[in-house]
């Protein structure tokens, strides 16, 4: 009940606030000024993010003032801004997170806007889902999208007596084991942090086969008795060094120099850290490439992507719908202009038909990863796990992954973060109804 009240709290204060910003009632807020536009993202490849907003004013005769904010901490830093009334026009925002803001008005409905049909249209079919609410409206576009992938560097395992990729997570765990006493300090790395560990919480369940959420967003891992081998699993890898001793706080760029130096063999994140690690130069970063699947029964794996939003409350919707535009599909030349140098430059995916069809864009990923198993893991061995964008969903990846901390570092047992993390799942979705 607490923490029900807590929760209706925190929507009356979002709606005081989104009031008091100048939104919910029509006409509250003045439509068309000539300020700038404001511009707000988080800090990767600031300069670029600053670079793709001065192509568009000089495109569009325009204006935008660009905001920078850390990753960490960046979804309360922009709602401090929001609730305190500070314009902000176009921003990213957490695919995760996409439905509370529209929900709340701090994110507009684009359907009705000139275009929102043609770009529709040329997402891919099966993601379309993921920039809708539950309504059928169109509340965000692609920044871009991203399945988890297994990097691993062959040359490693060769020295240490394997021939080829782990096919399940045991097999992983046993060829870590022999790279950890051949001297590899860390021989498998991830992202394991709070703020990402639910995305591996899914990874590591979804490569087995196992059914995470029912049709109806209703826990059900915990019914599987596959689900206490994978945790288990899990907790050995950190339990016995397999893994660096501060993978529960450690950066990807951390993993990335450890990959790169040689002091680890396996790397779980999204595809596109592997440019980086191929193209830096190193003494290792060459002989790291894409594996095959992740290990496991199914091998699937996540599909995630990150979304551009309008703000519920710009006096200029026509203005910020252009930028918007701009910045996740096409110029006023019909280029994927912003798009294509993302993928020139950082390896990034978008969900385009166009995207993929584009010769420079293919040719440049083949430079770096195999693009074949890429799409082949893109379209056959990926999904999007639409539990994610549930309005309850914030709540519980926050308190379930203190849970999945202890019980990686062996406080609490396995079967009891199962029964906990799933009890808490279930609380959240309730009090969200």
């Known amino acids: 009940m607490k923490t029900k009240m807590l929760g209706v709290a925190l929507c009356f204060l979002l709606s005081v606030s989104f009031l ?16 700038p536009l ?21 495109e569009n005769n325009e204006q935008v003032n660009v905001h920078i904010i850390p990753n960490v901490g960046y979804l309360p830093g922009i709602q401090t801004k929001i609730m305190g009334g500070v314009r902000m026009d176009v921003f990213y925002n957490f695919r995760w997170n996409q439905l509370r803001f529209y929900n709340v008005g ?50 490693l395992l060769k020295n240490a007596g394997f021939d080829t990729f782990p096919e399940s997570k045991e097999e992983m765990y046993e060829m870590c084991k022999v790279l950890k006493a051949d001297g590899i300090s860390a021989p498998y790395v991830a992202y394991w942090n709070k703020d990402f560990i639910d995305r591996y919480f899914f990874i590591y369940l979804i490569s087995e086969g196992i059914e995470v959420f029912d049709s109806n967003f209703n826990p059900v891992f915990q019914n599987d008795p596959e689900t206490k081998k994978v945790f288990e699993w899990w907790a050995r890898m950190y339990q016995e060094k397999l893994t660096t001793p501060t993978i529960l706080t450690d950066n990807p760029s951390e ?8 002091h680890s063999a396996f790397f779980n994140l999204h595809h596109y850290f592997l440019k980086g690690i191929q193209e830096s130069g190193s003494t290792e970063g060459e002989n ?19 979304v551009l939003q309008m703000s519920g409350n710009t006096p200029d919707p026509a203005r910020a719908w252009e ?7 096409k110029n006023k030349a019909g280029e994927y202009h912003v798009p294509r140098t ?7 995916l978008v969900p385009y038909k166009g995207f993929f069809a584009n010769r420079e864009i293919v040719d440049s990923f083949k430079s770096w990863i195999d693009w074949d198993r890429l799409i082949d893991i893109v379209e056959n061995k990926s999904k999007i796990e639409t539990v994610r964008m549930q309005v309850w969903y914030p709540d519980w990846r926050t308190e379930s992954s203190g849970v999945l901390h202890q019980m990686i570092i062996g406080d609490i047992p396995v079967e009891e973060a199962i029964k906990e993390v799933a009890a808490i799942a279930e609380r959240v979705k309730k009090e969200a109804e």
């Open 342 to 348: 993302w993928a020139l430059e950082a390896g990034l």
């Open 20 to 35: 008091f910003a100048g939104g919910g009632q029509e006409g509250s807020v003045p439509q068309g000024t000539d300020d």
């Open 38 to 58: 404001e511009f707000y993202g988080w800090d990767f490849m600031p300069d670029k993010i600053k670079e793709y907003c001065n192509d568009f004013e000089i």
């Open 288 to 306: 790291v490439i894409l594996g095959p699947q992740i290990p496991g029964k199914t091998g699937t794996t996540l599909h995630i992507g990150e």
């Open 255 to 262: 993993s990335v120099i450890s990959m790169q130096e040689g």
């Open 323 to 329: 930028l918007l535009k701009f910045y996740s599909w």
């Open 106 to 155: 701090w994110a507009a409905d684009l359907s009705d806007f000139p275009g929102a049909d043609d770009i529709l249209d040329d997402i891919v079919e099966s993601a379309r889902p993921a920039y809708k609410s539950e309504d059928g409206k169109l509340i965000s576009l692609p920044y871009f999208s991203a399945p988890f992938v297994n990097m691993y560097n062959p040359v």
